[in-house]
T-cell receptor, first 112, second 117 residues
């Protein structure tokens, strides 16, 4: 099974409120990624976890948090949502290094 | 930083006709990036279509082909005869600087392909 699951599939949030998105995989992959995809833009890497080590991109360092309570789950947390956070959030996992990344179906976040 | 430029917008093609999606890249974080084509079918997640890690080599999958051209910094996707089931969004991507932990995929904007019967 090469499935990556994301919950919820659609999320509506209010400006200023927190948002928590969940991703899970059962492939025992060491690395889990979060990408952001906005309309008419390319998917953009936000951060990734290798085991319990978090790597965040420099330009999104302060905007997103993440946690990985165990190997199978990874969350993406926004402390105070702004309109600019409206996007599709894609989770992926891989066995690390150059290994293929397997993507989930995405969570569409709309901030009002 | 790294960047990928691909055919923008929607490409409409009739079934059994040929398709080409252009992709060029700029890799500043790594001299020889790995190159990928991902595809997103309606209602599904991104999935790997093909990848090539060596300059000059060709990758192929499901009738699609792409050749890693280091001189032209290109990785165009081609199919000789498309089917309705090829209707999807196609993303060109490169894998930049990496370590044993993970690697960063830099994507193009995506090209929507609509195949008409």
């Amino acid at each position: 099974d090469t499935t990556v699951k994301q919950n919820p599939r659609y999320k509506l949030a209010r400006v200023g409120k927190p948002v928590n998105l969940i991703c899970s995989q059962t492939m025992n992959h060491d690395t889990m990624y979060w990408y952001q995809k906005k309309p008419n833009q390319a998917p953009k890497l936000l951060l990734f976890y290798y085991d319990k080590i978090l790597n965040r991109e420099a330009d999104t360092f302060e905007k997103f948090q993440s946690s990985r309570p165990n190997n199978s789950f990874c969350s993406l947390y926004i402390g105070s949502a702004g309109l600019e956070y409206s996007a599709m959030y894609l989770c992926a996992s891989s066995s690390g290094g150059y290994a293929e990344q397997f993507f989930g179906p995405g969570t569409r976040l709309t901030v009002l | 930083g790294d960047s990928v430029t691909q055919t923008e917008g929607q490409v409409t093609v009739s079934e059994s006709k040929s398709l080409i999606i252009n992709c060029t890249y700029s890799a500043t974080s790594i001299g020889y990036p790995n190159l990928f084509w991902y595809v997103r079918y309606p209602g599904e997640g991104l999935q790997l279509l093909l990848k090539v890690i060596t300059a000059g080599q060709k990758g192929s999958s499901r009738g699609f082909e792409a050749t890693y051209n280091k001189e032209a910094t290109s990785f165009h996707l081609q199919k000789a005869s498309v089917q309705e089931s090829d209707s999807a969004v196609y993303y060109c991507a490169l894998s930049g600087m990496t370590n044993s932990a993970g690697n960063k995929l830099t994507f193009g904007i995506g090209t929507r392909v609509l195949v008409r019967p």
